[in-house]
């Protein structure tokens, strides 16, 4: 395995590729996201142990969507080769790629699992020196604070320290998953190589946010404006504004989907498998 080092410009064609790979198979890339979604979101309410048993399922998330799209893409390539047309891949394919990934990766990815949850205790913890202890009390012992508590200035100011500390996080979990599927290196220098990538090719990364950002952005104001024109309506009909609110919803997580599924391509372009 060998680093690569890409342009800065690398990173508006990770977008631009992710965009077109989802919306080759939309629907199972937004089933996919829902369905891992929907079981974090599930394990997280359990009293008590939910909060510390989620993170432990995020690696899964994280190669479920990269090698849903490494089989998008790779039917697309195929299929314009031999018969001279992006052949469309199917959402069965993709699913069962996921499953078998998973089931051959899960006790690395447990182990990337059980690291992030530590990481996010220790974090959370943390936070106690700012206010007292009540976030960590929130998060931990499910014991949610009173609306004055979490309106209080140390309590914000304990949320974005959490959010701060939480950064590193996700930037050494980027490639590590794809890191122990595809290149069969060890979870702790999986972690390692991950961030020394983001490193290297800092002006790519960096760019690759921003194009997201602006695409949420973009996205966000054509739906706020829809939203906004339904909940006008929805004075006259309440109905109008529940859809509005739900479309808001729905299209964060759809541009959520979108996003995670371009983060292959930023893996595929870092590392060489020779």
Not at 6 to 11: E, K, L, S
Not at 33 to 58: E, H, N, W
Not at 191 to 215: D, H, K, Q
Request: net charge neutral; hydrophobic share 60%; proline share 4%.
């Amino acid at each position: 395995m060998k680093l690569h080092i890409v342009p800065a410009r690398t990173g508006a064609v990770w977008v631009r590729l992710g965009l077109k790979t989802f919306w080759r198979q939309p629907l199972a890339f937004i089933s996919l996201f829902f369905l891992l979604m929907a079981l974090i979101s599930t394990v997280s309410l359990l009293p008590l142990v939910g909060s510390v048993l989620a993170p432990i399922l995020l690696p899964f998330m994280t190669l479920g969507l990269m090698v849903a799209t490494s089989v998008a893409y790779t039917d697309n390539a195929e299929g314009a080769g031999i018969a001279g047309h992006a052949q469309r891949p199917t959402g069965s394919a993709m699913f069962v790629a996921v499953a078998a990934a998973m089931r051959a990766e899960w006790r690395s990815l447990v182990k990337l699992g059980v690291i992030s949850a530590a990481y996010f205790v220790v974090a959370v913890l943390l936070t106690s020196f700012i206010d007292g202890g009540e976030l960590a009390r929130a998060y931990l012992l499910d014991d949610m604070p009173s609306a004055e508590t979490i309106a209080s200035s140390d309590f914000q100011v304990a949320r974005m320290f959490l959010m701060c500390l939480n950064l590193p996080l996700s930037l050494a979990m980027w490639h590590a998953p794809a890191l122990v599927h595809w290149h069969g290196v060890e979870p702790v220098k999986s972690i390692f190589f991950s961030v020394v990538a983001l490193f290297r090719n800092f002006g790519a990364y960096a760019l690759f946010v921003l194009a997201w950002f602006g695409v949420f952005l973009l996205a966000g104001i054509g739906m706020g404006l829809i939203a906004t024109v339904l909940i006008g309506v929805g004075a006259a009909a309440g109905g109008a504004a529940l859809i509005g609110n739900v479309l808001i919803v729905g299209s964060a997580l759809v541009l959520a989907a979108m996003s995670l599924s371009s983060t292959w391509f930023t893996f595929r372009d870092s590392f060489d498998p020779s």
